[in-house]
């Protein structure tokens, strides 16, 4: 994480900010490690494994425990996988719908998504199972939080640049 907070881009932003703004340099950089250690999350393996065996169980006490997928369509999302970053967009009315994808995509060797969630997600429990496993918690309202909205990005950008 300390690479993500000194990158050189990241810093300039920052700096910029600062002066635009005229609040003190060494504030809004405490202000974006404080961010950027709310937002980190990685893929750790036993993180990955508990997760996908807590969705099979979650699951299965409400739904049928098979999950009906397209193979054709399946091949495709693998290719696209394999090569390239993806994002799986969702509507946010429940947290089942990314607990299916991850469920489905494991179930396929492919690796787990990071998801979004909100930050009151982030609670004992939880919240250290999902930075653990892709899950990036997020604040609701971030309109006028430039420094935020600022770590944001960095931080989504280093995952895309990294190809997790």
Known sequence: MEQL????????KLAAYAEQTG????????EATGYLQELFTEHKPLANMA???LAQFVLGRAYDRSI??????????????RRHPVAFVM?????????VLGLVLARHGLPIPYIFAGI??????IGQLGRQSGVIFIRRDIRENAV?????RHFIAHLVDEKA
Request: charged letters at 25%; proline letters at 2%.
């Open 120 to 125: 009151n997600m982030d609670f004992l429990g």
């Open 68 to 81: 009906d997928v397209n193979p054709e369509e399946m091949r495709e999302v693998t290719k696209l996988v």
């Open 91 to 99: 509507t946010h009315k429940t947290y089942i719908d990314m607990m």
């Open 148 to 152: 935020y909205k600022m770590t944001l």
């Open 23 to 30: 609040e003190n340099i060494a504030q809004v950089q405490k």
């Open 5 to 12: 907070i000194n990158h050189s881009g990241f810093q300039k």
């Open 51 to 53: 997760t996908i065996q």
